[in-house]
């Protein structure tokens, strides 16, 4: 089992960067594949980027791909999401997720297996 803590979101205005962590606990990190997802007010939870265990794959949804990039140190059980020129549609909780199986990245929400709390990114405009 794998306890997750996001943390690094808050109130930015459009344009700025942030980045993400997501910290695992246990001592079997480099086994999970990992994923960051997204959900607005009122939207569907939806994934924005996801790695594989060795870190060597990576997935980014089309509306981030360019702006963000997830990366992972194994060394350290976290997961990281640096977002760059962010915009106001970017705002929502975001949330890590772990999934304990798999040599790939994954998309699907219901893949996973473990979440955290979530973090709240705002961007004004």
């Known amino acids: 089992q794998v306890q997750l803590v996001e943390s690094g979101g808050g109130l930015v205005q459009a344009g700025d960067s942030l980045r993400l962590s997501c910290a695992a606990s246990g001592r079997t990190f480099s086994s999970y594949a990992m994923a960051w997802f997204r959900q607005a007010p009122g939207k569907e939870r939806d994934v924005v980027a996801a790695i594989s265990r060795s870190g060597d794959s990576t997935y980014y949804a089309d509306s981030v791909k360019g702006r963000f990039t997830i990366s992972r140190d194994n060394s350290k059980n976290t997961v990281y999401l640096q977002m760059n020129s962010l915009k106001p549609e970017d705002t929502a909780v975001y949330y890590c997720?772990?999934?304990?199986?798999?040599?790939?990245?994954?998309?699907?929400?219901?893949?996973?297996?473990?979440w955290g709390q979530g973090t709240q990114v705002t961007v004004s405009s």
């Open positions: 997720a772990a999934k304990s199986s798999g040599l790939y990245y994954y998309i699907r929400l219901g893949e996973y297996n473990y």
